[in-house]
């Protein structure tokens, strides 16, 4: 959270309110347009090792160079991306289902569901954020599919929490006090009338949470629990990179701006999303 | 106004209660936001619920319509018990009632449009043929003074009036024999408060619609409502008609509120005995007779042992120990009429 | 010289939006104005614009002199102004519990006012609250000292805000519909409180509400605002009795009399107007019985035969004028 603050305050001296929304559209627009174009734009393939040409500096025929296995860095960035958007994409939607749902059923009944869900909540934030996902993965054997499952079941917390809060709110609505004496249902209610007004924090939170799904799944796979090689993904090859951070400054470089770059973009939809949501409601 | 002998909603010694947090070690309190109630309603019939702050007639509207837990006491629809009642019961309840609230943009789902708040209406309540919902709509919006083109409108998009006119197209999506309005014109401006009840008027006589109208505004209730009930502290301190219960009000706090109504008469200076105090917080609710420390003919009986019984003249109800019986008397009292009720 | 006297103030919202549009106002020491209007009328923002206290959002005074005791104050700096605000002119709001400082007792409230404006000394200042508590009719004033705002009930508060708001001794008054939010036997209590701070203190008063009836019984003279722009200004009982806008008089119609009858309320079509959309011309136009093509013009405030305080601003005013005199 506090890379997305300074990001945050950097913008707002950079970029005026509007204009956020736009620029981070058009830079997650951007990669998930490379995200898909990789396997056409690429000029190399990724995976492919030619140690005779390993550790060339930044040329024509390799705008970034390549690593110490002769891969091209700049066709691992491109590719890198569709793991990338992947990993933020599907590391953020399957928290925010699970969160949103039992927050807001948390909400709605108050009582016994509400305390038992609190008390998971709480149990949950006790620990660690990537303490319990680096367990979670351990147990689960490494790979992505670990790395969505135990987001899944960590990081569905904040969402509870936001969405639990606006619901407490909205309850005591008028709207909500007339879908009841209109005789409406409690799932009707529920999910017609509460969730929709109940996620805008929810979504604004999304957004930041993309770039610490992003940085997770980074790190995760730095530690070599993640992305398995020889598949680019730009934690890992910052990881690969490292050893070469003298010698071959390219290789750890690149990916890292695309991780800020991604990163910022998500920062200002954030921002901008925000602003206009905040504005509506 | 001619009504059949059976009350269409009715109350029987109801109370809600709240709990009031006292802390870790007192007991538990709890605050009697309504406190034994009874009050009928009947078909067809305006019945005007006026009291300030700490009165509970919002809470008891809601009661009324099971949208509160219900501590003591009964409510029944059509004779059939509601509290704790059978889901069949409640649901006829449900379809025959509605309800109306103050802050017009609240009561509307800020994300749907107002048609399709109403058609949600027709569609859970199967009112119509699916294929005739979008025509029943406009039908509605038109009923209430809405063009037909603001169906597409959200809340957000409208002025405050409007959006209660939507409102009430909402409660009468569903053809109901009686709509609660809780403050439905307190938050519009003057010149479109009129609009509103107008519109009430309009559609209480073209559906013989009862109306339980929760106010403030005495002015408003005066002109509208056939009964009038008055609210202090979670009991009904009196209740009658309404020209008799404004000429000839028979609770001193009636009186008061009444006398306390601003005229638009520049040479009519402000009423002379303003009563003093507030209406006290109904968690702290004096012994005996709650008014007793406003009351400007509180007798040592008032202030110790149980509220006062509900006396009857006529249709004329009221909880006092000042008998009125058999004098014309006319608050604010003279020296002689107290002594002479005193004696009573 | 009038106490205040308000000048062509223009007040408009980022290029063109006047939510105050060339509104003129008198006050005498010691009279009683009410300003009258619905949602949408500008009379906050002229009474806010008076204090030059408007709230952010691009909100400025753009035109017109506001001279309080033949000083124009719009020209102060913001140093100089301070020593206005409160000294000279103090403010009461309609919502107590947003206008006074929930962490300070009632009694530092007042007190810290007397310490600024008048260099008291703590044990004076607090002396000078408890005056002021009794003043405003607070019971067990020694004790309530001590307080803060959320023990006291509304009302109590609403009283505790006018001690603040009186505590720096100010000659003009600006109450902000101090009593909408308050029960109706409460009201009679705050109005007449102001009645009597205004007799033993010779307090100049506006009185801002959207209640005739108030004024009615309250006020020396009424100005009535719609669509940011005054209609109609004059001595009470020539308004009241004789209104010369239309809009006065719908306003006056408009009010359930608390005299029986069950017939239907009279109302003024239409709905107030929204400050992005303002009619040309007459602001009142699409709403008024009797507009025609010359309504497309902006009248102007033009006074009554017989009056030369009475004014409203109708090019239909001259019918009326004509019937008076005939």
């Known amino acids: 959270m506090k890379m997305t603050a300074t990001f945050s305050r950097l913008r707002q001296r950079i970029i005026p309110r509007q204009q956020a929304l736009y620029a981070g559209l058009a830079i997650v627009g951007l990669w998930l347009l490379v995200a898909c174009l990789a396997p056409w734009v690429a000029p190399f393939d990724p995976i492919a090792q030619d140690v005779s040409s390993s550790l060339l500096s930044p040329s024509g025929a390799h705008p970034f160079g390549t690593d110490n296995f002769g891969r091209d860095v700049f066709s691992r960035v491109l590719w890198g991306a569709r793991v990338d958007l992947q990993i933020c994409i599907l590391g953020v939607l399957f928290p925010f289902m699970l969160g949103t749902t039992l927050g807001a059923l948390s909400g709605y009944s108050g009582g016994v569901v509400d305390t038992l869900v609190m008390r998971v909540i709480d149990i949950v934030l006790a620990f660690p954020f990537l303490v319990l996902m680096l367990a979670i993965i351990a147990i689960l054997g490494p790979g992505l599919s670990s790395f969505y499952i ?21 309850k005591q609505r008028d709207f909500i006090l007339a879908a009841r004496s209109l005789g409406y249902g409690h799932l009707r209610i529920l999910f017609r009338h509460l969730l929709p007004n109940a ?4 979504i604004v939170f999304s957004m930041s949470d993309c770039v610490l799904v992003l940085l997770n799944g980074a790190s995760v796979s730095y530690l070599g629990l993640g992305v398995q090689p020889p598949t680019a993904e730009w934690g890992v090859m910052v990881a690969e990179g490292q050893s070469f951070i003298t010698t071959a400054w390219w290789i750890t470089t690149f990916p890292g701006i695309a991780i800020v770059l991604l990163a910022m973009g998500f920062s200002l939809l954030a921002d901008g999303l925000g602003d206009k949501l905040g504005e509506r409601v | 106004m001619a009504h059949s002998n059976w009350p269409l909603l009715e109350a029987d010694n109801l109370s809600v209660t709240f709990p009031v947090s006292g802390g870790l070690w007192q007991a538990k309190k709890v605050v009697h936001a309504v406190n034994q109630v009874t009050i009928q309603i009947y078909p067809g019939e305006t019945l005007g619920l006026v009291g300030e702050s700490g009165s509970g007639k919002s809470t008891l509207g809601r009661a009324l319509l099971q949208l509160e837990r219900v501590a003591t006491g009964e409510v029944r629809f059509e004779g059939l018990r509601i509290t704790h009642g059978l889901t069949s019961d409640i649901a006829r309840l449900r379809q025959q009632s509605a309800m109306i609230f103050q802050d017009p943009f609240a009561s509307l789902n800020p994300r749907q449009t107002v048609g399709e708040s109403i058609a949600e209406v027709l569609r859970v309540h199967q009112k119509v043929p699916r294929a005739q919902v979008a025509q029943r709509v406009a039908e509605l919006l038109t009923l209430v003074g809405l063009r037909t083109q603001q169906a597409s409108a959200k809340p957000s998009q409208l002025s405050g009036g409007q959006c209660q006119r939507a409102g009430i197209a909402r409660a009468l999506a569903i053809e109901p024999r009686l709509i609660v309005a809780d403050e439905c014109v307190a938050a519009l401006d003057v010149s479109i408060q009129g609009q509103i009840v107008n519109l009430l008027m309009d559609l209480r006589e073209k559906m013989g619609l009862a109306i339980l109208f929760i106010a403030h505004d005495l002015a408003i209730v005066r002109r509208l409502c056939d009964r009038v009930a008055v609210m202090y502290l979670g009991r009904i301190v009196e209740e009658g008609p309404t020209e008799a219960l404004f000429t000839r009000p028979l609770h001193p706090y009636t009186a008061a509120l009444v006398s306390a109504i601003p005229e638009i008469d520049p040479d009519k200076p402000l009423p002379k005995n303003v009563l003093g105090g507030e209406p006290p917080s109904p968690i702290a609710v004096p012994p005996g007779c709650a008014f007793h420390p406003r009351c400007p003919y509180a007798q040592v009986q008032c202030r110790t042992g149980e509220p006062p019984l509900t006396r009857q003249i006529a249709n004329h109800a009221y909880a006092c120990v000042l008998n009125h019986e058999g004098d014309e008397t006319v608050f604010p009292l003279i020296r002689g009429s107290i002594d002479e009720a005193q004696a009573c | 010289m009038s106490l205040l006297k308000v000048n062509h103030l223009t007040v408009t919202r980022g290029e063109d939006i006047a939510l105050v549009d060339n509104v003129s106002l008198s006050l005498e020491a010691g009279e009683m104005l009410g300003l009258v ?10 009474c806010r614009a008076l204090m030059r206290l408007l709230p952010g959002a691009g909100l400025q005074i753009t035109g017109g002199e506001v001279l309080l005791g033949g000083r124009d104050i719009l020209s102060l700096s913001e140093g100089q102004m301070s020593a206005v605000r409160g000294r000279e002119i103090g403010m009461i709001f309609q919502n107590p519990s947003s206008h006074l400082n929930p962490v300070m007792t009632i009694g530092e409230q007042i007190a810290e006012s007397r310490r600024l404006h008048f260099g008291a000394n703590r044990r004076q200042a607090r002396e000078d609250a408890l005056a002021l ?16 705002p959320h023990e006291f009930s509304g009302g109590m508060r609403q009283r505790a805000m006018i001690a603040v708001a009186l505590a720096p001794e100010p ?10 939010a308050l029960d109706v036997t409460v009201q009679m209590q705050i109005l007449r409180l102001l009645g009597d701070l205004r007799a033993e203190l010779g307090l100049a008063v506006i009185m801002i509400t959207h209640d005739l009836g108030i004024v009615a019984q309250t006020c020396d003279r009424i100005a009535v605002m719609y669509g940011g722009r005054l209609c109609e200004v004059g001595d009470k009982r020539e308004v009241l009795a004789e209104p010369l806008h239309p809009y006065t008089r719908g306003l006056i119609d408009c009010q359930p009399v608390s005299e029986g009858g069950q017939g239907r309320l009279t109302t003024i079509d239409g709905q107030p107007p929204v400050a992005d959309h303002f009619p040309s011309g007459c602001r009142f136009h699409p709403r008024c019985g009797s507009a025609d093509e010359a309504c497309l013009d902006q009248p102007l405030l033009r006074y009554g035969r017989d009056s030369h305080s009475h004014a409203a601003a109708c090019h239909h005013l001259l019918p009326t004028l004509i019937r008076r005199e005939g």
């Open chain 3, 37 to 46: 209007g619905e949602s949408g009328s500008g009379k906050t923002v002229t």
């Open chain 3, 171 to 180: 000659t003009l008054l600006i109450a902000d519909e101090p009593t909408t």
């Open chain 1, 199 to 202: 996620l805008t924090g929810a």
């Open chain 3, 133 to 148: 508590l009794r003043q405003v009719g607070v019971p067990d004033p020694q004790n309530r000292l001590n307080n803060y």
């Open chain 1, 150 to 170: 135990a987001m899944a079941m960590v990081g569905w917390v904040s969402y509870a929490r936001l969405v639990r809060a606006q619901v407490l709110i909205l």
